[in-house]
């Protein structure tokens, strides 16, 4: 059973910057997939960025794309994600997760939203 623990939500100002982590508890953290999602007020939970067991593919959703960078480091069992040039519309509870199915065919992600470990979430709120 894999236990993941978020950190780093808050309230930032629209064009600012945040940064949330993600510590697991799972010492084989290294086979395992990894992602970040949120869930809006209101609107469905949105995979928004996923990283491979080595952490050298990554896949970012439309939304988020060449805004935020999610990172690993697979020997202090944690993942990252990096936000930048911060929205009112990226207010929502930021979940980790994880899986130990892959995710990724060479550079594509061809998983999908089934993530079997899920962490308690963080909320991040952008004011205008």
């Known amino acids: 059973q894999v236990q993941l623990v978020e950190s780093g939500g808050g309230l930032v100002q629209a064009g600012g910057s945040l940064r949330l982590s993600c510590a697991a508890s799972?010492?084989?953290?290294?086979?395992?997939?990894m992602a970040w999602f949120r869930q809006a007020p209101g609107k469905e939970r949105e995979l928004i960025a996923s990283?491979?067991?080595?952490?050298?593919?990554?896949y970012y959703s439309d939304s988020v794309k060449g805004r935020f960078t999610i990172s690993r480091e697979n020997g202090k069992n944690t993942m990252s994600l990096q936000m930048s040039s911060l929205k009112p519309e990226d207010t929502a509870v930021y979940y980790c997760?994880?899986?130990?199915?892959?995710?990724?065919?060479?550079?594509?992600?061809?998983?999908?939203?089934?993530?079997?470990?899920w962490g308690q979430g963080t909320q991040v709120t952008v004011s205008s």
């Open positions: 990283i491979s067991e080595s952490g050298q593919r990554t």
């Open positions: 799972e010492p084989t953290f290294s086979t395992y997939a």
């Open positions: 997760a994880a899986d130990p199915r892959p995710k990724f065919v060479g550079v594509t992600y061809v998983g999908n939203s089934q993530y079997d470990f």
